[in-house]
């Protein structure tokens, strides 16, 4: 496995980051027991990272997240009965405060564009190395929002196959762009922002318009894939 992405400043500990006396807790949601236990053993390289708990369904998740409230949950798209996107939309309605990052062996369009709908903290394959998976865990926990190279260039050829014409963002649109891309609803967004619900609205309508696209998650795969994002706690990996 190459090592393809590079999250800047994860690999020099930060002292006031986690540590082995403060690690980062880490759920692992997979329905296969070796793939849970081989997750585990890859993580706990780091001595900044615990694994409090794994679950091999997303209603099992459910009740080890309320059992150890861990700080990053890391989810297969393909679990049973509810699938991971669901498990997620799930957790971020009811635990916010969870990160979450997909490990998947899917890099389809759809399933990406879903997970950036939802709002996830990353989406990485499972072809990473070691290192790729620890450093991603670090920067999701961080708030830095994780794409594997390989995803990325998917979506760049994608979005280039059929790239529109685009109008100029104001400042204050690329400020709405930007926590779309972090799944930030338009209410949160106004929260943040100071703005009216109807102005985010407007400001959204906006985007859509001169991006050439016709829905959040197109807009925010738009800004991914075309570097349009520039918030701190936005990375584009590559």
Partial sequence: MSDDIDVPGVDAPDPTGPSSSN????????????????TRQLLEQDPAIEV?????????ALERLAEFSPDVALVDVNLP???????????????????????????????????????????????????ELI???RAVYDGVFVLDRQ???RLVRRRDAVAPTVGTLTPRETAVLELLAQGRSN???AAELELGIRTVEGYVSNILGKLGVTSRTEAVTHAISHRLVTAP??????
Avoid: F, W
């Avoid at 706690?233 to 590559?238: A, F, H, K, P, R």
């Fill in 52 to 60: 409090i708990a794994t679950a091999g369904s997303g209603e099992e």
């Fill in 23 to 38: 690690p980062i807790r880490v759920l692992i949601v997979d329905d296969h027991a070796l793939v849970r236990e081989g």
């Fill in 151 to 153: 995803v990325s260039k």
């Fill in 233 to 238: 706690n936005n990375e584009l990996l590559d």
């Fill in 135 to 137: 450093d991603a865990v």
């Fill in 81 to 131: 009965s509810m699938s991971g996107l669901e498990l997620s939309r799930t957790i971020l309605a009811t635990r916010p405060s969870v990160r979450i990052l997909i490990l998947s062996a899917y890099d389809e369009y759809a399933y990406v564009a879903e997970a950036l709908e939802v709002g996830v903290g990353g989406y990485l394959l499972k072809t990473a190395s070691t290192k």
């Fill in 187 to 189: 209410k949160q967004i």
